[in-house]
């Protein structure tokens, strides 16, 4: 089969590789319809790493994806040949203390698709995935919006973990891209009236104005700190982190008020952060760390087949498998207004 492979940084290439097969009857197999690139296929693309988990070429990223079942294993039942199906990237032990404690997603035993050292991605025509990862959607969603399902979840899960209580409550989202439009389009099929979108990218302002963002900041223009008072004197009671750089952190903790939450979702180059521990700690700010998504995709699915969140506003460009390396150059230099870029078989 095809497969796209990196081999080196920076470069990838279309190659052919063994076709996988089911490993046990509760395995399926699933042709891959429309995938997703990711901020972290990025990372691993012209970086080679996140932090520890360093890739070894040659190897397939890629973990955002839907597909057709073309072969079950014999003791499977929650779907059958020819099911579109949304995967779940996330593949647990089902026995360790977190698994049993409701946390597959911090799993010890945990292997993600297309992440290094763990399995091989889904950029290829075919993978095999435990059945417990696909979720039957044929019929309600198309093959790209279920292949959008998986960083809407992150957004929703982010939004889970802030507890908002009310829908008055003021928020900011630092970072339009697909996680951070994910985190606004939950915010507002939960009717949050108030939610700011910094970002220094004008596109991807506008992307979010059109989604419903209620107000703007550019901070490469404009003072972040000043432009927030004049929206909202009392500053912010929920910040969503979605960028990965220091100076929103540094920002989000001057925009939050006292008592106010941090959710940070992005993810540091340098896997680290410096915080401002004297303003932290006067204003007794919560620190919230998001990882991936814990029991949220149904959420994802439901908001999407009933209209409350339109997935696909945050895609902007769409390619063939052939041309996965253009997607990888495009998405990794902000190139041609890119926010979320999709790969269709
Ligand atoms: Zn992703
Ligand atoms: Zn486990």
Not at 34 to 51: L, P, R
Not at 272 to 280: G, I, P
Request: hydrophobic share 40%.
């Amino acid at each position: 089969m095809r497969a796209v492979v990196l081999t080196g940084i920076r470069q990838m290439k279309l190659t052919d590789v063994p076709e996988p097969v089911l490993s046990n009857e509760k395995d399926v197999k699933i042709k891959l319809s429309t995938i997703g690139v990711c901020g972290s296929d990025i990372h691993y693309y012209s970086e080679g790493n996140i932090g520890s988990q360093v890739v070894e070429y040659p190897f397939t990223v890629g973990h955002e994806c839907s597909g057709i079942i073309v072969e079950t294993g014999k003791e499977v039942s929650n779907v059958k040949v020819g099911d579109l199906v949304v995967v779940d990237p996330s593949v647990h032990c089902g026995t360790c203390d977190q698994c049993k404690a409701g946390r597959p997603h911090t799993c010890l035993n945990n292997k993600f698709l297309g992440c290094p050292g763990q399995l091989e991605g889904c950029l290829s025509e075919f993978i095999v995935m435990p059945s417990y990862t696909c979720i039957p959607v044929s019929g309600k969603l198309n093959s790209m919006q279920a292949a959008l399902i998986e960083p809407l979840s992150i957004g929703v899960y982010a939004v889970k973990l802030a507890q908002m209580e009310q829908t008055e409550l003021s928020t900011a989202i630092f970072g339009a891209g697909p996680i951070g439009l994910s985190i606004l389009m939950k915010l507002l099929a939960d009717r949050v009236q108030n939610i700011g979108m910094i970002e220094p990218l004008d596109y991807r302002l506008e992307r979010a104005e059109e989604i419903g963002a209620s107000w703007l900041v550019n901070p490469t223009r404009e003072d972040v700190v000043s432009t927030v008072k004049k929206q909202e004197e009392l500053l912010m009671d929920i910040v969503f982190e979605a960028s990965g750089d220091q100076k929103a952190v540094d920002n989000a903790t001057k925009i939050l008020k006292p008592g106010g939450k941090l959710i940070l979702v992005g993810i540091p180059p340098d896997a680290q952060y410096v915080f401002n521990m004297d303003l932290m700690r006067r204003k007794e700010l919560t620190v919230i760390n998001v990882r991936r998504q814990n029991h949220c995709v149904e959420e994802a699915i439901e908001l999407v087949v009933s209209g409350a969140v339109q997935v696909s506003k945050m895609v902007t460009h769409e390619f063939n498998l052939e041309e996965t390396p253009v997607a990888f150059d495009m998405v990794e230099g902000y190139k041609f207004g890119a926010i979320k870029a999709m790969i269709n078989l």
